[in-house]
C-alpha cells in the first residue's frame, strides 16, 4: 500500500471519528425536555391553573423528542393526594410533530391537530387543576412521553388504560413538577 493511500485512509478514519464525536456531543446536548413558562419545574403553580382560579391547563412545551417517535402522551398526577395517585390531565396520540400544548387547552374528547383527551380521576375529560385540601403542598408531575407509535384508542382513556397501551413502546420519557398548596 502506498504511503499516500495510507495518509488518506488514515484521514478518512480521522474525519469518521470526528463525525462520531460530534454527533455525540450533539445528541448529548439535546436532552428531551419538557417545560412550562407558568411555572419553573419545583416551582409553585400560579393560581390561574388551579381550582382556586380560572383552572384552565398551562402551556407546556418540549424539545429534542427522539427522531423515531410517532406520538406524545401527557399524564399529569398528583401523588400527594390523601386517597392515592390522583390524576389531573390524560392526553394522547400528539403529534410528534407538535412542540408545545397552549394554555387553555379545551375540554373536549378530541382536539383536531392536537391529541386525544382521557379521563382525570374526577371522572371529566381534559384538565384538572390542583385543588388540594388545605395543608401541606403537592406535587403535580407532568410528564411527557415519547412513543413509537400513535394509540388508536377511543377517547377517554384513564391514566392506566392509556400505561398499558403505552407498555414496550415508550421510547423516552420527561417531566417536570409543579407545587401547589390551599
Known sequence: MSRKLRRNLGLATLASLVMILLA???????????????????????EVYTCVGEDKSPALSWQSVPRSTKSLALIVADPDAPMGTFIHWVIYSIPASLNRLPEGVPKVSSIPGTGVQGTNSAGRIGYMGPCPPPGKPHHYHFRLYALDFTPNAKAGLEADELEKLMQGH?????????????
Not at 415508550?170 to 390551599?182: H, K, Y
Open 24 to 46: 455525540n456531543l450533539v445528541r448529548a446536548q439535546s436532552t428531551f425536555a419538557i417545560r412550562s413558562a407558568a411555572f419553573a419545574s419545583g416551582g409553585r403553580i400560579p
Open 170 to 182: 415508550i421510547l423516552a420519557s420527561t417531566e417536570t413538577v409543579g407545587i401547589f398548596s390551599r
